[in-house]
T-cell receptor, first 113, second 112 residues
Framework: QKEVEQNSGPLSVPEGAIASLNCTYS??????FFWYRQYSGKSPELIMS????GDKEDGRFTAQLNKASQYVSLLIRDSQPSDSATYLC?????????????FGRGTSLIVHP | NAGVTQTPKFRILKIGQSMTLQCAQD?????MYWYRQDPGMGLKLIYY???????DKGEVPNGYNVSRSTTEDFPLRLELAAPSQTSVYFC???????????FGPGTRLTVL
């Protein structure tokens, strides 16, 4: 059973702070790692993808991957109230060309003014 | 492009009733997926399809059926609805070779 674990939160940070969201996964063969943002009552949207060890930056977002530790994280710098949402971690491996992601249950982030 | 569309947005079913959740995409994506999301939980894959005429089971397929007769449409059929099927259902699509899954707005289903 492939598992993706996230702390459900809520994680509460003040506006302007760095929010750190963490995710661990059980399948050592995982190749692709994703962070989705989901606002309450809305559908998930992809915000970051990462495939190799290290950091990947996109604007205020940085994804970090450590395959040896089976750990992936998302840092949000200069957090804004509009970042308040649930962040879903997803991992997948290539299965004969099919991409079947496994999702964590998500971490709720609250950014307070 | 409308992207991924789902109908209906909301539905209440009685135990034992059946219904079809509709999903369509106009992006010519090969891959399509059905997920369910229970409160406070992540997405669980029900069924997926890699192209017209090809479908396969995901993690939680029991109580559901799918078909994919065209590239655009991927309906999900619930037979004999049960309270355990109360959930939000998301359809998604992806172009082969690309990372991004595009999600529809979801269908909120309640079985009483």
């Amino acid at each position: 059973q492939k598992e993706v674990e996230q702390n459900s939160g809520p994680l509460s940070v003040p506006e302007g702070a760095i929010a750190s969201l963490n995710c661990t996964y059980s399948d050592r063969g995982s190749q692709s790692f994703f962070w989705y943002r989901q606002y309450s009552g809305k559908s998930p949207e992809l915000i970051m993808s990462i495939y190799s060890n290290g950091d990947k930056e996109d604007g205020r977002f940085t994804a970090q991957l450590n395959k040896a530790s089976q750990y992936v994280s998302l840092l949000i710098r200069d957090s804004q109230p509009s970042d308040s949402a649930t962040y879903l971690c997803a991992v997948s491996r290539d299965q004969g060309g099919s991409y079947i992601p496994t999702f964590g249950r998500g971490t709720s982030l609250i950014v307070h003014p | 492009n409308a992207g991924v569309t789902q109908t209906p947005k909301f539905r209440i079913l009685k135990i034992g009733q059946s219904m079809t959740l509709q999903c369509a995409q106009d992006m010519n994506h090969n891959y399509m997926y059905w997920y369910r999301q229970d409160p406070g939980m992540g997405l669980k894959l029900i069924y997926y399809s890699v192209g017209a005429g090809i479908t396969d089971k995901g993690e939680v397929p029991n109580g559901y059926n799918v078909s994919r007769s065209t590239t655009e449409d991927f309906p999900l059929r619930l037979e004999l609805a049960a309270p355990s099927q109360t959930s939000v259902y998301f359809c998604a699509s992806r172009l082969a070779g690309a990372d991004t899954q595009y999600f529809g707005p979801g269908t909120r289903l309640t079985v009483l």
